[in-house]
T-cell receptor
Framework: GENVEQHPSTLSVQEGDSAVIKCTYS??????FPWYKQELGKGPQLIID?????GEKKDQRIAVTLNKTAKHFSLHITETQPEDSAVYFC???????????FGGGTRLMVKP | DVKVTQSSRYLVKRTGEKVFLECVQD?????MFWYRQDPGLGLRLIYF???????EKGDIPEGYSVSREKKERFSLILESASTNQTSMYLC?????????FGQGTRLTVV
């Protein structure tokens, strides 16, 4: 089955700096890669996703890149703000599949 | 907006009790999931369901069972709660690969 590894487990940045979270996956059949943000006391919420037919996707201050050959994908947050502080999860799934395999999570702390 | 609602935010139960965690979704999704979230271990899949009365074991089904009598409702059952089942439990429904989570139930077994 799929195995997703996520690094780092914790990340502390200064407000305004960029943050990068990286994930690797093992199953070459995976072709859907969502990212979730979990704020304190809440369930994870989808913030951005990418499918294997593209290498990069942007949405305002967040972007995701995908390297299918190397089987890794990354979340980039620019101009970080205190409200970006949360736990972030990456995941992988076969397109149209029902099963998401999650990474272990990254706790991002943005210091004002 | 998709809404996934878990019946309780916080629960405290005694060892040996039978515990029911309820989850309801309002988007007519066929797929529903129960995850357990523990520090350093991420989200681990307990059970999932593709349709009414259908269920499949996830990665850590031991000590749990599920019920899906109606499409919108997916229940997680702890047959005999133990202290090692103290955790955050997350329900999700999905469509087209996108998962939508409830707010979580923090269960403490004493």
């Amino acid at each position: 089955g799929e195995n997703v590894e996520q690094h780092p487990s914790t990340l502390s940045v200064q407000e305004g700096d960029s943050a990068v979270i990286k994930c690797t996956y093992s199953d070459s059949a995976s072709n859907y890669f969502p990212w979730y943000k979990q704020e304190l006391g809440k369930g994870p919420q989808l913030i951005i996703d990418i499918r294997s037919n593209v290498g990069e996707k942007k949405d305002q201050r967040i972007a995701v890149t995908l390297n299918k050959t190397a089987k890794h994908f990354s979340l980039h947050i620019t101009e970080t703000q205190p409200e970006d502080s949360a736990v972030y999860f990456c995941a992988a799934s076969p397109l149209g599949g029902n099963m998401l395999t999650f990474g272990g999570g990254t706790r991002l702390m943005v210091k004002p | 907006d998709v809404k996934v609602t878990q019946s309780s935010r916080y629960l405290v139960k005694r060892t040996g009790e039978k515990v029911f965690l309820e989850c309801v979704q309002d988007m007519d999704h066929e797929n529903m999931f129960w995850y357990r979230q523990d520090p350093g271990l991420g989200l681990r899949l307990i059970y999932f369901s593709y349709d009414v009365k259908m269920k499949e074991k996830g990665d850590i089904p031991e000590g749990y069972s599920v019920s899906r009598e109606k499409k919108e409702r997916f229940s997680l059952i702890l047959e005999s709660a133990s202290t090692n089942q103290t955790s955050m439990y997350l329900c999700a429904s999905s469509f087209g690969g996108q998962a939508f989570f409830g707010q979580g139930t923090r269960l403490t077994v004493v």
